[in-house]
């Protein structure tokens, strides 16, 4: 089934001229969840991935959300025209309520790339049966993101309990590895040990898993390739303290050691909301710079909140200090969070346009009944020198409104956005207050232009360091 979305159904009858003006400054809803099996959360979508090429934007999100990991299916929105206008649906042959059916019982963790070598979108989901990830799949797209076929299996658990899926190609056509398909994923079973296949032949056939150097473990790993074809793999640690950095000179044939490059200091997000502020967002632009952003409590008193902060690498071996991407004052009491990075892989430098969408309380010190949940956006045009003035684009949400979890009520432990053109297009889980005991939790996306000619008043300065997270010891993370 396929359905097309031009704006939110509240405004549907305005006429088009009007649809396209609230595209400018609004936000667009483009899926919502079509399950009804009784095992399941329903008007529920959750965690977006997005990916860009030219003016398509493919999104997709996890819909039918169980409480104890997974959901009833993946389901996708794809843009051909920048985020203008949407047609979604839901994949094929993957989970017993995919159309046709597959044999997962679940699924979760859907991202989304494109490989310019072989013209084919790849959408990996972490397969469950159960609660329990048992295989990361890719299923392919050659129309541009409108159809789907049956998924192909890159590795299945075999015992294991797989997790936090990441795929990425590289589309960089003067790279020795041009068309080379990365994915990447932890197992929970093994400690969170850390693989990643290869796939040459546009997500056809994938390699054997792989591990690093060290046979280091885990999670939430970003595969990012290079110009030259080097791979740069930031991922979180086992545990949720440091950040490290791993990677691959020779395609994906083998993968050097981990090694820390930052450390994490985060604010606990109030009201049992499900935000691992462990898990980044990474991208590349088009002189292989690359760009890593979490939430961190580093520059706020007694960590009493979380900024957004920013680190970057030209190599992959010499890494920034973090900054703070100023959206508010570190005394303002506003706590960031789950951030999603866009980095317009056709401009670099001094000259490359970031968009950063994120959620947000105004009041860090709320709690489960109090918590006011907002989704901001702020963007850059001179590669994080200087950001405009923040947008909020959606809220506030009730926690009540969102999907139960056994980790909290839940959003996504990641949303995304990607730059089609000059448009920062971002994907992201809005909610209102249910009705009749159903969900009211769908898939939004807002457009906001980046450029020059726009005012960025906001400085990133030095910020001083007040506050340094302990390291406790802790057991090994779970996010299914």
């Not at 959408?123 to 392919?140: F, I, K, Q, Y």
């Not at 789950?338 to 490359?352: E, H, K």
């Not at 907002?374 to 926690?399: C, E, K, R, Y």
């Not at 432990?413 to 207050?433: K, P, Q, R």
Request: aromatic letters at 12%; hydrophobic letters at 35%; proline letters at 6%.
């Amino acid at each position: 089934m396929r359905k097309t979305f031009v704006i939110t159904t509240l405004v549907i009858v305005l006429a088009l001229s009007t649809v396209l003006a609230a595209l400018a400054g609004g936000i667009i809803q483009i899926s919502s969840d079509p399950y009804s099996n009784t095992s399941s959360q329903h008007q529920t979508q959750v965690e977006p991935d997005t990916y860009a090429w030219g003016n398509t934007v493919v999104s997709d999100f996890q819909t039918g959300r169980f409480t104890d990991g997974g959901s009833s299916n993946i389901c996708w929105a794809t843009s051909q025209n920048s985020g203008a206008t949407w047609i979604n649906g839901c994949l094929p042959s993957l989970t017993i309520y995919s159309n046709p059916p597959g044999t997962y019982s679940r699924a979760s963790d859907p991202v989304v790339a494109y490989d310019a070598e072989h013209n084919v979108w790849l959408l990996s989901a972490l397969a469950m049966t159960g609660s329990t990830g048992a295989a990361v799949t890719v299923s392919r797209s050659t129309d541009g993101g409108l159809t789907w076929g049956a998924p192909v299996v890159v590795s299945s658990a075999g015992g294991g309990f797989y997790d936090k899926n990441w795929i990425s190609c590289d589309n960089w056509s003067g790279s020795p590895y041009f068309g080379n398909c990365y994915v990447t994923w932890d197992d929970y079973g093994f400690g969170n040990r850390l693989y990643t296949s290869t796939s040459t032949d546009g997500g056809l056939t994938w390699g054997p898993r792989r591990t690093t150097g060290n046979s280091a473990a885990g999670i939430g790993a970003q595969p990012l390739a290079q110009p030259n074809g080097r791979v740069i793999v930031p991922v979180s640690d086992a545990f949720g303290f440091q950040l490290r950095v791993y990677g691959s000179t020779n395609g994906g044939n083998s993968w050097t050691r981990t090694r820390n490059i930052a450390t994490f200091n985060s604010h606990t997000v109030a009201g049992g909301l499900r935000a691992p502020t462990y898990l980044v967002s990474a991208e590349i632009d088009a002189a292989g710079k690359i760009y890593v952003v979490w939430a961190d409590c580093r520059f706020r008193s007694g960590c009493s909140s979380n900024d957004i902060v920013m680190i970057t690498s030209t190599n992959g071996t010499t890494w920034t200090s973090p900054v703070r991407i100023p959206i508010d004052a570190t005394n303002s009491g506003v706590d960031h969070f789950i951030p999603g990075l866009a980095v317009d892989r056709n401009t670099s430098g001094s000259t490359a346009r970031l968009g950063l969408t994120y959620y947000y309380y105004p009041n860090a010190s709320c709690n489960s009944s109090t918590c006011q949940l907002h989704v901001g956006f702020i963007s850059s045009a001179d590669g994080g020198a200087t950001w405009s003035a923040p947008q909020t684009l959606a809220g506030p949400m009730t926690l009540s409104w969102l999907a139960n979890t056994t980790s909290g009520r839940m959003v996504g432990d990641y949303i995304s956005t990607s730059f089609a053109g000059t448009s920062a297009v971002g994907v992201f889980a809005n909610a209102f207050a249910p009705s009749g005991g159903v969900f009211a939790e769908h898939s939004y996306a807002h457009q906001t232009t980046v450029a020059a000619d726009q005012p960025y008043p906001l400085a990133v300065t030095d910020d001083p360091v007040l506050y340094y997270a302990p390291q406790p010891s802790a057991a090994p993370l779970y996010t299914p």
